[in-house]
């Protein structure tokens, strides 16, 4: 799983079908796209380039926006680990390698069907980054997506996360 998509709840088969069609355009003829035990969340595996795809929605929501009809956000995960504390600690550390000395940062949970601490979470991250935290005015996003058995973490630009609505907002101004 290299992405996660959202959509309404209900709108799962639409969305998949919706998702498969922009995913085959950057490329990936056959990518695999599972409506997971979550309403409104599809897991994606697919060997086109996560941001590829996401570049791919934002110019369809400019150029055809009546394609997208289903997908809320889409959201690249650069690690796939159990939901383990150790492990979870453990990817978000490789991939703060990308930080500058000065760069901050924030870290955000969403946590799906799993009793592990959020600020368990947060802490232990925090702890092993020398970089300052601001919720405000970051850098960086440590996203840590928790869904069940299996946690996604990504680091990454804001501008790496497409939320349809907020796109949609942004063009009218």
Not at 109 to 136: C, Y
Not at 155 to 162: E, N, P, Q, R, T
Request: net charge negative.
């Amino acid at each position: 799983m290299n992405l996660i998509i959202t959509c309404p709840r209900h709108f799962e088969d639409d969305t998949k079908n919706e998702i498969t069609t922009i995913i085959q355009e950057c490329g990936d003829q056959n990518p695999q796209i599972t409506i997971t035990e979550f309403s409104g969340i599809l897991s994606v595996n697919t060997t086109a380039n996560p941001l590829d795809v996401i570049k791919k929605i934002r110019q369809k929501l400019e150029d055809e926006p009546w394609e997208i009809r289903y997908t809320s956000r889409a959201i690249p995960l650069y690690d796939i680990t159990k939901t383990d504390i150790t492990q979870i600690i453990d990817a978000a550390k490789k991939q703060v390698k990308a930080l500058r000395p000065d760069d901050t940062y924030r870290i955000t949970i969403e946590k799906r069907n799993s009793s592990i601490s959020s600020g368990e979470i947060i802490t232990h991250i925090a702890n092993s980054i020398p970089n300052k935290v601001s919720l405000e005015k970051y850098d960086w996003i440590i996203l840590v997506e928790v869904l069940g058995a299996i946690t996604g973490i990504s680091v990454l630009k804001d501008s790496d996360i497409l939320s349809v609505e907020r796109e949609k907002r942004g063009s009218q101004d």
